[in-house]
């Protein structure tokens, strides 16, 4: 059985920063793309960055300029680092990851950003 976990979320001040990380674990032959979405209150998930096994990586507009994101294929892990956060960050951050050909989301992990 797959499992994709997220962890690293927690309560930063506006300006600071969280690295946040996804790890896939179980029986796995291969994984694709690692995909980061968060979902704030009452609004869709959006999609906030994503890399490949190669190390491409794509953001969006939002985001672009104060995220980062990375991959360790040996750990089979995901990281999204944010710095200079804004209370408009605040979400539940998912992972998402193509594992084995499929699909599989993590629980997500809350962040939320004071002002």
């Known amino acids: 059985q797959v499992q994709l976990v997220e962890s690293g979320g927690g309560l930063v001040q506006a300006g600071g920063s969280l690295t946040l990380s996804c790890t896939a674990s179980?029986?796995?032959?291969?994984?694709?793309?690692m995909d980061w979405y968060r979902q704030a209150p009452g609004k869709q998930r959006e999609l906030v960055a994503s890399?490949?096994?190669?190390?491409?990586?794509i953001y969006s507009d939002s985001v672009k300029g104060h995220v980062t994101t990375s991959r360790d294929n040996a750990k089979n892990t995901a990281y999204l680092q944010m710095n200079d956060l804004k209370p408009e960050d605040t979400a539940v951050y998912y992972c998402?990851?193509?594992?084995?050909?499929?699909?599989?989301w993590g629980q997500g992990t809350q962040v939320t950003v004071s002002s």
């Open positions: 179980g029986s796995i032959s291969s994984i694709g793309a």
């Open positions: 998402n990851a193509q594992i084995n050909e499929y699909s599989y």
């Open positions: 890399i490949t096994r190669g190390g491409s990586t």
